[in-house]
């Protein structure tokens, strides 16, 4: 079965083909200044093939959530941000760069440019921000964190997009997309199916709760720019099985 499981913010495990990956695993409920509601317990995730990490923020690289994870697996991670995690004692650490692909248990693994700036702080070693195309007998695109970019375009038609469409604090800064351009998003991608994420998990202190305010609205705007995509927006721990898969 084809399935995407979302755990809230940028966490999603994809399953094509009997290949489980996890993307930016943020499972505790206290990030630096962020916090959510609830934590995810590392066996909600079930059994892993390998994690794929689009940027440094702190938000979706988080080690301490890396910790409560195998550390015999697999790590894709952008160049330059590999000695973090090989520091928490994962051996199985891949860098990467926009265009590189590789083979992850029997998937394909695409890296992708994203518009965002990434980095951990002054002294933190320089990386770029990605996403990651997964490919079996579907395609799955997980943006990671990214603003709209031309190049999108070369990388549809998709059976499945994971988009962005939020935050975690009032407003958002450049390089995200909102719900809006998130539906633009889907013009140029040509996905059969789109699932937002990056809404309505964190915030930090004060900030106001968005709740599905973004989902929602992401909702209506796909319908009117993209209306042949099939948009299906999940509760925290909520599975989206990929058309074809259903159970008959």
């Known amino acids: 079965m084809n399935r995407v499981t979302w755990l809230g913010h940028s ?42 990490v689009s940027h440094a923020h ?47 248990g029997g998937l394909r693994v695409r890296a992708t440019h994203a518009e965002h700036a ?55 800064p450049a390089g995200h997309l909102d719900p809006l351009r998130a539906a633009e998003a889907l013009r140029l991608l040509r996905p059969r199916a789109a699932v937002p994420i990056h809404w309505g998990t964190f915030r930090a202190p004060f900030a106001p709760k968005s709740g599905s305010a973004p989902a929602l609205e992401f909702e209506r705007a796909a319908a009117r720019v993209a209306p042949d995509v099939k948009v299906r927006t999940l509760e925290i721990g909520e599975t989206f099985v990929l058309a074809g898969d259903e159970p008959g």
């Open 11 to 52: 966490t999603v495990v994809i399953e094509v083909d009997g290949t489980r990956l996890v993307t930016d695993p943020a499972l505790r409920r206290r990030i630096w200044h962020l916090r959510r509601s609830e934590a995810v317990g590392a066996s909600t995730l079930g059994k892993l093939d390998g994690i794929l």
């Open 58 to 104: 702190f938000d979706h690289l988080d080690l301490g959530s890396l910790d409560m994870l195998d550390s015999s697996l697999t790590v894709v991670v952008p160049t330059g941000a590999g000695g973090l995690v090989r520091a928490r004692g994962f051996s199985r650490v891949l860098e990467v760069t926009a265009g590189d692909e590789l083979e992850l």
């Open 118 to 172: 990434s980095g951990r702080g002054p002294f933190s070693p320089r990386s770029s921000a990605l996403g990651y195309v997964v490919s079996g007998s579907v395609s799955v695109y997980f943006a990671g964190d990214t603003d709209l970019f031309d190049a999108m375009t070369e990388l549809g038609p998709l059976d499945l997009a994971l988009l962005p469409v939020w935050g975690w604090g009032a407003r958002l």
